[in-house]
């Protein structure tokens, strides 16, 4: 089964932009594992923010983009607000099943 | 709105089974197809099964094929996992989500597998 890797923790600054990435161990990520991103903060369940590499929820705020970059998805906060501050994660499709990522910390400091 | 509210957890002994059921509301659920999510305590999130909106499509996590069984009943909107075989490293919250790939969840569940 593939692995799909992401960064273990981050950390921005209020009003700040970060990048989060999203890596497969079989090779660069197209947009034919169409990426989806998840935000879960600490008691909660997850929500679904990107789905299809760059698609918003109609939940999504704009600050949230997706996209592909450098052969990984890319998960792009601009404008990081306190509440932004959750765990993240990513998932990848393959002909074999659906594999999430390990998550990303993302801490607003 | 879409509601989906998981139900059947609790603890059973090593080698046990248990449903889980999802009902869900707030959108024509026949249309949709449907996924189990989990997640150990502390630890990530793992795709464990998905199918497709009539039912006739399933999908399964390499670590559950052969003990998990999903299911679906549309005429009652709800959604099953049959789970058999259980192992301690099955213990996690089960979240039901709207989608084979997750696009809207519910608030999950607690399975804990422990003699």
């Known amino acids: 089964q593939a692995v799909v890797t992401q960064e273990p923790s981050l950390t921005v600054s209020p009003g700040g932009t970060v990048t989060l990435t999203c890596g497969s161990s079989?090779?660069?990520?197209?947009?034919?594992?169409?990426p989806y991103w998840f935000q879960q903060q600490p008691g909660q369940a997850p929500r679904t923010l990107i789905y299809?590499?760059?698609n918003r929820h109609s939940w999504t705020p704009a600050r949230f983009s997706g996209s592909l970059l450098g052969g990984k998805a890319a998960l792009t906060l601009s404008g990081a607000q306190p509440e932004d501050e959750a765990e993240y994660y990513c998932l990848l499709s393959y002909s074999g099943g659906w594999v999430f990522g390990g998550g990303t910390k993302l801490t607003v400091l | 709105e879409v509601q989906l509210l998981e139900s059947g957890g609790g603890l059973v002994q090593p080698g046990g089974s248990l449903r889980l059921s999802c009902a869900a509301s707030g959108f024509t659920f026949g249309s949709y197809g449907m996924s189990w999510v989990r997640q150990a305590p502390g630890k990530g999130l793992e795709w464990v099964s998905g199918?497709?909106?009539?039912?006739?499509?399933?999908y399964y996590a390499g670590s559950v094929k052969g003990r998990f069984t999903i299911s679906r009943d549309n005429s009652k909107n709800t959604l099953f996992l049959q789970m058999n075989s259980l192992r301690a490293e099955d213990t996690a919250v089960y979240y039901c989500?709207?989608?084979?790939?997750?696009?809207?969840w519910g608030q999950g569940t607690l399975v804990t597998v422990s003699s």
């Open positions: 299809d590499t760059s």
């Open positions: 989500a709207k989608g084979i790939i997750p696009n809207v």
């Open positions: 199918i497709s909106g009539y039912g006739d499509s399933t």
């Open positions: 079989t090779g660069a990520v197209t947009s034919g594992h169409y």
